[in-house]
């Protein structure tokens, strides 16, 4: 095997191909749009095409695809090959720059929120040069871009890329202004910790539950969960191990900087953290990450579950966005020193980030809500519905003492005595963690804990930054005329901590006291995606969008349409699940086992009344009265799934029916078909358990 400094990238069309693969004058052209977002000339565009092919085709492609990231919440790509005709019935392989730059796959079939008929179908892809083509299953993949043929947005990436541009322009404004002028662009980089679940695949295939929804709809506790903490940070098996390995492998292979890996809380739950990266790359990276860690799981009989909540009673997967801003000139905007309490600029932009945490909280709340969400936020597993920031002690103090005028001393770094001789002391970071918060200062960056794991973050990432680039956009319209800057800074930055107080929360977020709390501080506590979603529409935020550039009011409204829609097509088809497992496999299965105890009583009886068939009995009737329960119910959601059609035209009703009425009756006929799992013999139940799913690897 290599050493991984030499196949690290080896599948990347990265920077270092670049300069060895292209004519100086192409590279640096390139580069320029790289780096400052100039338009690329087709010229340009033939010449690096060209190259890429010829690097592609060494490595054994033969075919291209334009990836994108439409509005399904996974990636998207059509394959064409590189061949073309050379007359006499020769072919060449071939790409030239308007294929790299343009692509044309039918955008009908994917999602748009009514804003484009079937018959409009056209649709296009763009290049983003800014992340790198790679090779994957002997394809080159070039990241792009995705719009309907009236200019439309129908993906990710494209508002992902304006939402960075508007925090770099107006961060830059303000920075200039306050004496900085040598800064000229600024990045927002994220480090995505992405959670999961592996299980063996033998297991997995025999669940319909896991193949159609990706979480368990069935399935009564096993005797062993989490409670013992003995999986968090244990030493990791064999096999979880030997699969650790081979996508640590795969993922340097396509320059992704996967950095850490562990054990979590619940059994067969893991983590894989990369180092961070600028946030479109990061969001590219973690779309592969994830279509990796499944990849390479069927390679070892193993399938990874990225449900936000595969299994009830142990925790689901989140995933944790770590963002922060940095500046061309290499300072992190969000690293505040040894001094925080004379560093303004740090100030200001925390400041900024409070204010738009404080008005947006229903943006950020919206940006990680789905049906697999719903599971986590709010239970004691994952950060609440009630969005909150957490600054630590000493930050919270110093916001404290600016609010009040009084003077701040910062205790700075003390170092922490181990007592031990052979242990080395060393110094501790200024705040404790707080695990509770869904929005934790955690050093030098804001750690947004909120995210469900099979979030692409994006999503989360677009509203960040557009609701810090709105808040810098209008300190930057506050101090612009100011005669004396540095005071009108302090006045500024005062002014708004005590205006935005309300949302920094240093105490225990799964306390019941802070729910009442945050109700008091007039806190939204959204529980639920049609909750959250019906706020996306809101003219406050509509106006946001609208004046940052990042959707015009149709692609708003498209995208509402879109995630109501989404819900209610998931809750429906995990009820189509449910129905289907309780007809076709538990009513038979449980039945077939109450003849044989049946059978086995009157076989006892028959061959003397005096052996007693107490046990046989009290199991009849206690499952034949559950077995009732269960068909009824069962019914009753066939109909309640038949009547959601009376809510279809209106997008929000549908959805709040699905989780009102279809969801709460799932609740309710799984809580029957797990008791009636506890008395059936495993022989005669027709899945897989929790403890061999949970435990099985
Ligand atoms: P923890 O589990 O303590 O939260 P990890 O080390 O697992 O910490 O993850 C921290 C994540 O934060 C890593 O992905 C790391 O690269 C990322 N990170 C560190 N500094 C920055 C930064 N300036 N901007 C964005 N992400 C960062
Ligand atoms: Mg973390």
Known sequence: MAKVPEFFGSMVFNDQKMQERLPKATYKALKKTIQNGEPLDLSVANVVASAMKDWAVEKGCTHYTHWFQPMTGITAEKHDSFISPSGEGQIIMEFSGKELVKGEPDASSFPSGGIRATFEARGYTTWDPTSYAFVKDSTLYIPTAFCSYTGEVLDKKTPLLRSMERISTEAVKVLNLIGKTEISRVITTVGPEQEYFLIDKEIYD?????????????????????????????????????????????????????????????????????????????????????????????????????????????????????????????????????????????????????????????????????????????????????????????????????????????????????????????????????????????????????????????????????????SLSEFYDELKDASDIDAAVKELIKKTFTEHKDIIFNGNNYADEWVEEAEKRGLLNLKSLPDAVAHYIDQKNIDLFVKNRIYNVEEIHARYEIELENYAKEINIEALTMIDMAKKNILPSVTSYVRELTDTALAKKALSDVIPTTVEEELILSLSNKLVCFAKKTTELEEAVIKAGDYSSNGLAYAKYFRETVFALMQELRAIGDSMETETSSEYWPYPSYGEMLFGV
Request: aromatic share 8%; with cysteine.
């Open 206 to 470: 025999q669940r319909e539950d896991l193949i159609y929804t990706g979480r368990t709809l069935f399935g009564a506790k096993a005797p062993k969960g989490q409670e013992l903490d003995d999986h968090y940070f244990g030493a990791i098996k064999t096999r979880v191990a030997e699969y650790m390995k081979d996508l640590d492998e795969e993922l340097w292979k396509l320059g992704i900087l996967a950095k850490t890996k562990h054990n979590e809380v619940a059994p067969s739950q893991h983590e894989l953290a990369p180092i961070f990266s600028t946030t479109n790359i990061a969001t590219d990276h973690n779309e592969l990450t994830m279509e990796i860690m499944k990849k390479t799981a069927e390679k070892h009989g193993l399938v990874c579950l990225l449900h936000e909540k595969p299994f009830a009673g142990v925790n689901g997967s989140g995933k944790h966005n770590n963002w922060s801003i940095s500046t061309n000139t290499g300072e992190n905007l969000l690293d505040p020193g040894k001094q925080p309490e004379n560093n303004i600029q740090f100030q200001l932009f925390l400041a900024a980030i409070v204010k738009a945490v404080h008005e947006y909280q229903d943006l950020l709340r919206i940006s990680v809500a789905s049906s697999g969400n719903d599971h986590r936020l709010g239970a004691n597993e994952a950060p609440p519905s009630i969005i909150s920031m957490y600054l630590g002690d000493d930050l919270g103090a110093l916001v404290d003492s600016i609010i009040d005028g009084t003077e701040y001393v910062s205790k700075g770094r003390t170092r922490m005595m181990t007592g031990v001789d052979v242990l080395p002391d060393f110094k501790k970071d200024t705040s404790d963690r707080n695990r509770t918060s869904p929005f934790a200062f955690t050093g030098n960056k804001f750690e947004f804990r909120a995210l469900g794991s099979s979030l692409n973050i994006a999503c989360p990432n677009i509203m960040l930054n557009t609701i810090v680039a709105q």
